[in-house]
């Protein structure tokens, strides 16, 4: 990807995550993320960050992800438009995001020309790219999809209440039944004000529904999720259940 850049240095790991945060510390960031509203402004499109864990084992995963990419543009087109970044780590500490894009055969061409290579998670970098975007112009949500969390579970809670604090809740979409990953993922999705969901392994259909119920929500706010799940989208449903 040409207009790919480093995000960041290489995040510390460890085999086992630390113990949680502090749930008085973890109460007081959600206390004040609850009065956040993020949505787009009227007559703007809305902005979401898709991030992907692009690792060895995500490569199935990833050629049904350019695929159903499209779905998201689809579903925000009829509320008022979305721009998507996508972004990615694989490998030795490579971290990269893309331009913005407002059309999904482009970035159904970016993610074509990624490979996925072996490495460890890198979410931490996920978070800091988020805030680092959203205050500089304002993002209406991250969306995340990966199997795998190899960090200190701690940072990651830190970095996420900041985000929350900044009003851009993360969605954090889940392949298979790591309970690791789990545990990391409820919790940045809870402190961000968002929400999470596990889908089964190879299960397009699945993941399609959360990116579609995700895509509403950046382009038209908790009402457009609303009226999604009117229609008994089941992604909207499982996603506006976390978020009331």
């Known amino acids: 990807m040409a207009n790919d850049r480093p995000d960041g240095p290489p995040t510390n790991r460890q085999n086992t995550p630390a113990p949680a945060s502090n749930r008085a510390e973890v109460d007081a960031f959600l206390a004040q993320v609850k009065s956040l509203a993020p949505a787009a402004a009227p007559g703007e499109r809305g902005r979401l960050i898709f991030a992907l864990d692009a690792t060895m084992s995500r490569q199935p995963l990833w050629d049904t992800a350019c695929h159903l990419q499209a779905e998201m543009f689809r579903e925000a ?56 975007e959203t205050q500089g112009k304002k993002v209406q949500a991250l969306v995340f999809v990966g199997d795998a969390m190899e960090e200190n579970l701690d940072e990651l809670c ?21 309970a690791i ?19 089964d392994p190879g299960a397009a259909h699945q993941l399609g529904e959360l990116l579609r119920a995700a895509a509403a929500y950046a382009a038209g706010g908790m009402r457009a999720l609303a009226d999604l799940s009117k229609r008994r989208e089941p992604g909207a449903v499982k996603l506006l259940e976390q978020m009331r």
């Not at 331009?99 to 074509?112: D, G, K, N, Y």
């Not at 409820?186 to 402190?191: D, G, K, S, V």
């Open 158 to 178: 830190h970095s996420a209440g900041e985000l929350g604090l900044l009003g851009v809740p993360a969605f954090m979409f889940q392949e298979g039944g790591d």
């Open 181 to 199: 990953a789990e545990r990391a993922f409820r919790e940045i999705a809870r402190l961000t004000r968002g929400a999470y969901c596990r889908f």
């Open 77 to 132: 087109a009829a509320i008022g438009g979305l721009d998507v970044q996508l972004v990615y780590y694989r490998g030795f500490a490579e971290c990269r995001a893309s331009r913005w894009v407002s059309q999904a055969e482009r970035l159904a061409q970016l993610m074509s020309g990624i490979n996925c290579l072996g490495g460890h998670s890198q979410i931490g970098k996920v978070i800091a790219h988020a805030k680092r």
